[in-house]
């Protein structure tokens, strides 16, 4: 019986073609034009824009269900939970001149919804594949030669560009000194499908992700305590902001240590116990469960980028200012698995970079300084651009305004007057940085990068028309603010 002959891959090909001087001889064709690793918000929209341009696309993930992290445990789920715990708090607090009793949480039931939101939207993100014509590969795909990606336990996938888009994954505590078993000691994975209400909780970090879990469960009835090692919570933002949020975290019950150093976590019995570290003097915290809420790294496992020789650093894919790999420039790489912020939108930016080099066309660009970022508390808290402390630390001249949402009849109409609209702006007025902390700053902050992106001024802000009552009118005034004109403050 004869053996089975390996046929040589496309690189061998090309280097046997090339060594007897057929450099332009076309070997194989390629099966795809594009195939994109990663069905999240970067690779999902990016492969419907292909297709859209008129390419062949394939669209590669190891899980069954689309959207990535962000529409299974991520963003979407956590929204969810957010969206109910918070109407639960509404229900149990009252509404001036209305009055509600018997609000109960029906657990069983938020975490069914949340699940049939899940299945929705993968199932439109399927469609829009099907509509144009996208090829949707189950499967772990590993990279074994710059157009050719081997799906585990398939074949191999041929395509003429790739483009990487893994994500991330939580980030484990550093040597293992909290352990993370999946019941007491948990991630955001495990956090967002707990089958009950625990008592007590502890979330080690401060940032997004621990903020909004720690609201919900502690609006859902849990006695929750975080800890944060920075001295501030949400570091990242704008400093009146982090000061703010913490107190009216603080208001809604939940306990905060900041400069706070975890040493080890251990689950028990009945629990888990964290020991940490603050003025030198060591603490002990208990709940039934501890949340390990780090933040994300970069997911490159198994991705065989050692196969190509692509570089990374501190775990982020090495990229050039179009987003490819300098050593394959038939291959690129978007969102979380490259440098900048981890966010499900500045994905989505990436990839029309990426696919404008693919298609040699200008698809849009992605200013770091004009991505925002949101906090989905109550209230939210949102931003873009510099944060005053980053203006400092530059030495860049720069003038600020706050307008108090205390001051906008939207917000007295609807009882929502914590918080405010802080803007930055140059010499010469142009906006630099935009903070929001108030009900409805996610939507808000949309106004703020369309002005940023339009490289408008306050002076510009100030002559526009703002519909009233409306708290977007506080936009107006902040700016207004800046020249010591606002009306209402």
């Given at each position: 019986?004869?053996?089975?002959v ?7 090909l ?9 450099h332009r ?15 999240g ?16 696309v ?13 529409l ?7 929204k969810?939970?957010?969206s ?8 149990r607090?009252?509404?001036t ?32 594949f ?10 772990h ?40 078993d ?11 499908s ?7 909780m ?20 849990a006695k ?13 933002m ?15 019950g ?14 028990t ?18 709940g ?6 780090m ?10 980028l ?21 050593n ?11 440098a900048?912020?981890m ?37 939210e ?69 369309l ?22 009118e ?16």
């Open positions: 019986m004869q053996g089975r390996k046929l040589p891959g496309f690189e061998e090309q280097l046997c073609c090339s060594n007897v001087g057929f001889l076309v070997i194989i064709p390629f099966r795809y034009d594009l195939a994109v690793i990663g069905g918000p970067g690779g999902y929209t990016t492969a419907i824009k292909a297709a859209q341009h008129g390419l062949k394939a669209c590669i993930d190891r899980r069954k269900t689309l959207g990535g992290t962000c299974n445990v991520g963003c979407i789920p956590s969810t939970l957010l109910t715990s918070h109407h639960l708090q509404i229900a607090d009252g509404i001149g209305v009055e509600i009793s018997g609000a109960k949480l029906k657990h069983e039931e938020m975490m069914t919804n949340k699940a049939k939101i899940i299945r929705t939207l993968d199932g439109g993100i399927r469609g829009l099907k509509k144009n014509g996208v090829d949707f590969i189950n499967g795909g590993t990279l074994v030669s710059s157009h050719e990606i081997q799906i585990e336990g398939g074949d191999k996938v041929t395509a003429k560009h790739i483009i990487i888009a893994t994500g991330s994954e939580v980030t484990t505590f550093p040597g293992d000194a909290v352990k993370v999946g019941k007491r000691i948990i991630t955001s994975d495990e956090a967002l707990l089958e009950s209400v625990p008592k007590e502890v979330v080690i970090g401060g940032g997004a992700i621990g903020l909004e879990l720690a609201s919900v469960w502690s609006r859902l009835g929750v305590t975080i800890l944060e090692y920075s001295k501030t919570l949400c570091s990242v704008d400093q009146d902001v982090s000061a703010t949020i913490m107190k009216l975290i603080e208001k809604q939940i306990v905060v240590n900041v400069g706070t150093k975890v040493l080890s976590g251990e689950a019995e009945d629990g888990a116990v964290v020991m940490a570290e603050k003025d030198g003097k060591q603490m002990e915290f208990k039934d469960v501890v949340l390990l809420a933040g994300r790294r970069p997911f490159t496992r198994n991705l065989g050692e196969n190509l020789g692509i570089k990374t650093d501190r775990g982020f894919i090495v990229v050039d200012d179009q987003l490819r790999v300098p394959h420039p038939n291959i690129c790489a978007i969102g979380d698995v490259i900048g912020p966010l499900a939108h500045k994905a989505d930016e990436d990839g029309s970079v990426a696919l404008g080099n693919i298609l040699k066309k200008d698809l849009g660009h992605v200013n770091w300084d004009q991505i925002p970022m949101i906090i989905y508390t109550h209230p808290v949102a931003g873009i651009g510099k944060s005053e402390q980053a203006l400092k630390a530059s030495g860049l001249e720069y003038k600020k305004a706050s307008f108090p949402l205390a001051a906008n009849s939207r917000s007295r109409i609807a009882e929502e007057t914590e918080g405010f609209v802080k803007i930055l702006a140059d010499k010469d007025n142009k906006i630099l940085g935009g903070w929001i902390v108030g009900p409805h700053a996610s939507e808000l902050v949309g106004q703020l990068t002005m940023m992106a339009c490289g408008m001024t306050t002076v510009d802000v100030s002559k526009v028309c703002f519909a009233h009552p409306t708290v977007s506080a936009i107006k005034e902040a700016c207004m603010a800046i020249h010591h004109k606002a009306t209402h403050f």
